[in-house]
């Protein structure tokens, strides 16, 4: 969350679209993992938007577990948001 803010506070109000993909690790099903993923992007979004990034520039998009996750193994590393800014 931390980086997070500070990716928001420091890049994102100035300019340009913020991109935001969402992932989780490979336990549970693959619907319960896409779920948990939007609930990820649904709270980044939140969070990008208090810090002052208008919502219109933001592009969330869950992806479930990620593709580089072993299965049946919980790892912190692949519960993410990633966040991109594209001009």
């Known amino acids: 969350r931390l980086r997070a803010w500070r990716f928001a506070r ?3 109000p100035r300019s ?3 991109e935001v993909l969402c992932e989780t690790d490979r336990l549970g ?3 319960y993992n896409l779920a ?3 609930r990820r992007c649904e709270a980044t979004v939140a969070l990008l938007t208090r810090a002052g990034v208008k919502p219109s520039r933001i592009t969330a998009r ?3 577990a990620a593709a580089d996750a072993p299965r049946g193994v919980a790892l912190i590393a692949f519960r993410r948001a990633r966040l991109t800014l594209r001009p």
């Open 29 to 31: 099903t693959a619907d």
């Open 16 to 18: 340009g679209r913020v």
């Open 62 to 64: 869950p992806l479930g």
């Open 36 to 38: 948990l993923a939007s």
């Open 10 to 12: 420091d890049a994102a």
